[in-house]
């Protein structure tokens, strides 16, 4: 537990902020992670863009479990949760932490998502978001379309600023 609370006390700290490359329209890049929930720990559980294809779903980034802003943000999806399902929207949130930390976080918070594992941080870069100076990925989010492009992207998601999450709930609408 130590290093989890070192690293997010660190994530926030740091807020690292990279502009991704990608732009609505692409195709989401390929990813394929081991992730957990709060029933699971989901050691041996994978997910991926073609597990995905054919839905709706949203992947948010976040530099690390275990700290304050992560969890505002965790907890705001949580809260919405019944307008992403009425919007046919999958939530999956994605760090750089290993895949026990992702499902005892889950617990802790009694989250209902995916929570992917990215410790060797290949979606992070995949997706152009992974600061190397810092070694965490940027607070990002992307709404992939059930023909597996990008709806929308932020990758400048300020998870304490609403109107943040007021653009990504249009776009949701939009959809």
Known sequence: MYFCMKGAAMAQAVAPVIETQLRIGDNVPYFNLFYATREKQGMRDRIGSDDLKG??????????DWSDVCARQAREYKENLK????????????????????????K??????????????????????YDDLTGFDTRSVFLIGKNGQIEYLNSKYNAENDSDFRSLREAIARG
């Not at 999958?90 to 930390?101: I, K, N, P, R």
């Open 55 to 64: 839905k709706r779903y949203m992947i948010a980034f976040h530099p690390a």
């Open 83 to 106: 307008a992403f399902k009425d919007f046919g929207i999958e939530v999956l949130l994605v760090s750089g932490d290993y895949v026990f930390s992702r499902h005892e976080w889950a």
């Open 108 to 129: 802790a918070l009694n989250l209902p998502f995916y929570m992917l594992s990215d410790h060797k941080h290949e979606m992070g870069k995949a997706f152009g978001i």
